[in-house]
């Protein structure tokens, strides 16, 4: 059972802009940086954004993240057919004492 | 940092299995591999990890008592075990590395940077 909750999927047309939420407590979100990553269809994850809203070399700036409080948002903007994939928030639990993912949310261009 | 899996596993309930993440172009003991489980059509697992800064590995909950991990410094691969196979241990294995440290406030950070491309183990009779 993951800490942390995403919608399971979210759609719009190319060009356009999509938010995917992450949404997790004091233990996890609240206190510690949060991490994106992108999983194309039949291949491995990759790491998408690290410390909230920072992007790995090669990443483009169409991604981006954010953090408030409890949550966190991924955004994609310029929406593309190869950006269909399902995205992951992870960070750390302190309660657990162990990294978490987030339910995951499949992303869907119309 | 290149990370390459051996291959695809089939195995009987109540086997083991293990697979290999081959670092390239790096040295393991440099590096904190960790191990995430990939149910068929289900979201990322962690499994655990090795801990550079600790010296030690942990295991996720769900694992402990059937799964180790170990790393060989002469080849630069570590290794997952995972024993005592059931059905629902079939999916995508991945091994990825993961940068893990203290921020100025004290709070653990940890994201994975480097991922391997999978190892596919289907436990069947």
């Known amino acids: 059972q993951s800490v942390l909750t995403q919608p399971p999927s979210v759609s719009a047309a190319p060009g356009q802009r999509v938010t995917i939420s992450c949404s997790g407590s004091s233990s996890n979100i609240g206190n510690n940086y949060v991490s994106w990553y992108q999983q194309l269809p039949g291949t491995a994850p990759k790491l998408l954004i690290y410390e909230n809203n920072k992007r790995p070399s090669g990443i483009p700036d169409r991604f981006f993240g954010s953090k408030s409080d409890t949550s966190a948002t991924l955004g994609i903007t310029g929406l593309q057919t190869g950006d269909e994939a399902d995205y992951y928030c992870g960070t750390w639990d302190t309660s657990l004492r162990a990294p978490s993912f987030g339910t995951g949310t499949k992303v869907t261009v119309l | 940092v290149q990370l390459v899996q051996s291959g695809a596993e089939v195995k009987k309930p109540g086997a083991s299995v293990k697979v290999s993440c081959k670092v390239a172009e790096y040295i393991v003991t440099k590096l904190s591999i960790h191990w995430v489980r990939q149910a068929p059509g289900k979201g990322l697992e962690w499994m655990g990890g090795f801990e550079a800064e600790d010296g030690e590995t942990v295991y996720a909950q769900n694992f402990q008592g059937r799964v180790t991990m170990t790393e060989d410094i002469s080849t630069d691969t570590a290794y997952m075990d995972l024993s005592d196979l059931r059905s629902e241990d079939s999916g995508m294995y991945y091994c990825?590395?993961?940068?893990?440290?203290?921020?100025?406030?004290?709070?653990?950070?940890?994201?994975?940077?480097?991922w391997g491309q999978g190892t596919r183990v289907t436990v069947s009779s």
């Open positions: 990825a590395t993961g940068i893990a440290y203290y921020d100025s406030n004290g709070h653990r950070q940890f994201y994975y940077d480097y």
